[in-house]
Nanobody
């Protein structure tokens, strides 16, 4: 049974930082691309960042480029999202997702990912 468990969310002031973690079990973590998505109230789920199964390629939404960093530790079966210079518009529930190999339709669409975590709330106050 595949499980993805996010942690690290919380309340932070604008300009602050948070580090999200996504602990995976029940899958061959090193064979899966990992993605982070977010969903604000009344909005669609949107792509934030992704990392290839090898860790050699990373992808970012324009809105977070230069502020967020995705990484992975295959020994710990964990993916991370380091979020710096946070803005109020970053407020959302953040989800991690996994897809075996290379997502056939690209890294940006949530439809490409087979497994999802339950989400962790990030709130940035102004």
């Amino acid at each position: 049974q595949v499980q993805l468990v996010e942690s690290g969310g919380g309340l932070v002031q604008a300009g602050g930082s948070l580090r999200l973690s996504c602990a995976a079990s029940g899958l061959t973590f090193s064979s899966h691309a990992m993605g982070w998505f977010r969903q604000a109230p009344g909005m669609e789920r949107e792509f934030v960042a992704a990392i290839s199964w090898s860790g050699g390629s990373t992808y970012y939404a324009d809105s977070v480029k230069g502020r967020f960093t995705i990484s992975r530790d295959d020994a710990q079966n964990t993916a991370y999202l380091q979020m710096d210079s946070l803005k109020p518009e970053d407020t959302a529930v953040y989800y991690c997702a996994a897809d075996f190999g290379v997502p056939s339709g690209g890294y940006y669409s949530p439809n490409e990912y087979d497994y999802w975590g339950q989400g962790t709330q990030v709130t940035v106050s102004s």
